[in-house]
Every structure is written in structure tokens, then in C-alpha cells.
């Protein structure tokens, strides 16, 4: 009787079936890099596009302004050499909103504080002469 041929099996390698699955995943993550990399660059030049083009809103008052009042700090300084101009800033402190600060101004200061919630700093003015 003839034998039938035997067949021999060919092994499987698990490790080759899991590259072949993680193949497809592979293209996918270069493609999420990609997308990832063009939201990066772009989120970075529209945030210094709106930094470079922002609005300031807080006050304009710095110390050598002069006001025209003495009332609050919404208000727009006028030149020193107008005849409006009745008070002078000698000091502007930044990070507090207490007043006492300008005790330290020689003279007899007036303080005007700003809006904490905006921004905290004190004015220290002096009465024009």
C-alpha cells in the first residue's frame, strides 16, 4: 500500500499576526501626530496673533500724568501744561489697593485706588501749584 506524502505544518508565528494587526495602527498615528502638530503650530500663531493685537483696556495713568480730578482713575490724563490739569500722579504703586501707602509721599498726598477685581494699585496724587 502506497504511503500518502506526509504533510508537514508550517508554524505559526504569533508574533507575525500581531505586526500585521499593528500595522494599520501605525499609519494612524502618523496621521495623529500630523493633525496634532498643524493644531499646535496653529493654536501657537493665533494665540501671538491676539496677544500682539489685544486691547488694553486698564488704566493709562502712570506717575508724571496729571489729572483733571481727583475722583477715580476712569478718567484720561490731560497735559501737565493745561489749565484743567489741577493734580499731578508723584507715585503709583502696583499690588495693593490700600491707601495708606501713600503716607510715605512726602507732602499731603491723596490717594485714589483702583478696582481690585481689574487690577490692584494705588495712585498717589499731589495738588498741582
Known amino acids: 500500500m502506497p504511503h500518502a506524502p506526509v504533510v508537514r505544518r508550517v508554524p505559526v508565528d504569533g508574533r507575525a499576526a500581531r505586526r500585521e494587526a499593528a500595522r494599520p495602527a501605525r499609519r494612524g498615528r502618523g496621521v495623529l501626530i500630523a493633525v496634532?502638530?498643524?493644531?499646535?503650530?496653529?493654536?501657537?500663531?493665533?494665540?501671538?496673533?491676539?496677544?500682539?493685537?489685544?486691547?488694553?483696556?486698564?488704566?493709562?495713568?502712570h506717575e508724571g500724568d496729571c489729572l483733571?480730578?481727583?475722583t477715580g482713575i476712569d478718567q484720561d490724563p490731560v497735559r501737565c501744561e493745561d489749565s484743567a490739569a489741577r493734580f499731578i500722579v508723584v507715585e503709583r504703586v502696583q499690588g495693593t489697593t490700600f491707601a495708606g501707602v501713600c503716607d510715605s509721599v512726602p507732602g499731603d498726598p491723596i490717594?485714589?485706588?483702583?478696582?481690585?477685581?481689574?487690577?490692584?494699585?494705588?495712585?498717589?496724587?499731589?495738588?498741582?501749584?
Open 36 to 61: 496634532l502638530a498643524v493644531l499646535l503650530v496653529g493654536g501657537t500663531a493665533a494665540g501671538g496673533w491676539w496677544y500682539v493685537h489685544k486691547e488694553d483696556d486698564g488704566p493709562r495713568i
Open 68 to 70: 483733571r480730578d481727583k
Open 111 to 129: 490717594a485714589l485706588t483702583s478696582d481690585p477685581t481689574v487690577e490692584s494699585f494705588v495712585l498717589c496724587l499731589a495738588e498741582r501749584k
